[in-house]
């Protein structure tokens, strides 16, 4: 790709850490990959690091500049939606190429019985009415949205450990993908689980539970995608980015 180029990719996510470990061995590439810092020991990838929010926008514009970062890479989570709009303003104001990274989002297939929502809220809103014994794989920093639902009884699982508010009747489970479908099927009868709430993260490493749920005939609520800046162009993963960054810096 000719002179070195630095690429930031704001990450997190295994299409980031993919991304990254592929583009850290090319000499003509600094690669730095920013990570949020929700997550007490995340998986780091290959190249540069670093932690930590930009401080909005104009943070972020800043740290390009100062950085002088060739392109930008927007490969976080489906549901990180303020540093994507944050994103594609910085990148605007600096005049870096962007592109975002985005995982398809998962489509209920014959026999599931999927209810779409588009909020946390309103996943609480029509759960009492599925089931009784809910398994919540939305992440622990929306659990508030359902701590008032004391009829229910939740196993929550996350990565590191929920803070309240949160659900009374609740089981902790900490653990990370990739899950196994033999696992998942395990988990929904051990605790005699009738309801499961996700979000429409897409991605495999993640998606063994809709199958167990489909099997068992359990409902799942499936909160939506929040909507993305448009006018940004978009990879379905790491071969489409790594094309576009070949577009952008053609060898001579």
Known sequence: MGAERHILILGGTTEARRLAGELAGDPGLRVTTSLAGRVAQPRLPAGEVRVGGFGGPEGLARWLREQ???ALIDATHPFAGTISFNAA??????????????RPGWEPGPGDRWHPVT??????????ALGERAFLTTGRMGL?????????????????????????RMEVVLDRG???????????????????????????ATAAKLTAAREAGIPVVVVRRP???????????????REWLRRQFPSP
């Open 178 to 204: 990739p899950f196994t479908l033999d696992g998942e099927r395990e988990l929904l009868r051990r605790h005699r689980i009738d309801v499961l709430v996700t979000k429409d993260s897409g991605a495999a």
């Open 227 to 241: 909507p993305a800046p448009e006018g940004v162009p978009t990879a379905a993963g790491p071969a489409e980015a």
């Open 119 to 128: 909020s946390l809220a309103e996943a609480a809103g029509v759960l009492p």
């Open 89 to 102: 303003e910085a990148a605007a104001a600096v005049r870096v190429p962007l592109l975002a990274v985005r």
């Open 144 to 168: 508030a949205a359902f701590a008032h639902l004391e009829d229910m009884w939740f196993l929550v699982r996350s990565v590191d450990a929920p803070e309240p508010p949160a659900p009374p």
């Open 68 to 70: 002088q970062v060739d």
